[in-house]
Nanobody
């Protein structure tokens, strides 16, 4: 069974930073590619960033490149999203995701419950 629990969301002013964490209850964490998605009311969930099972390969949506960094701690079964230079349009519920495929698909198999990030101008 896979369980993903996000934390670290909150309210911040524009230009500020936050770190999201995802604790994964996965016996073979190193087999899973991981990622982050986000969703705002009335919109579809959108891809933010992904990281390969080894951590060597990462990818980002264009709107976060240079501002967000994804990383993982395979010993601690965790994945992180460091967000800097936050903008009001980054306000969303952020979801951690996991999949056994080498590259995280746009519809991963496993999801966390989400954590709210609110950026005020």
């Amino acid at each position: 069974q896979v369980r993903l629990v996000e934390s670290g969301g909150g309210s911040v002013q524009a230009g500020g930073s936050l770190r999201l964490s995802c604790a994964a209850s996965i016996r073979t964490f190193t087999w899973y590619s991981m990622g982050w998605f986000r969703q705002t009311p009335g919109k579809e969930r959108e891809f933010v960033a992904h990281i390969s099972s080894s951590g060597r390969i990462t990818g980002y949506a264009d709107f976060v490149k240079g501002r967000f960094t994804i990383s993982r701690d395979n010993a601690g079964n965790s994945v992180y999203l460091d967000m800097s230079y936050l903008l009001p349009e980054d306000t969303a519920v952020y979801y951690c995701a996991a999949d056994t495929r080498t590259e995280l698909p746009r519809a991963p198999s496993y999801w966390g419950q989400g954590t709210q990030v609110t950026v005020s101008s």
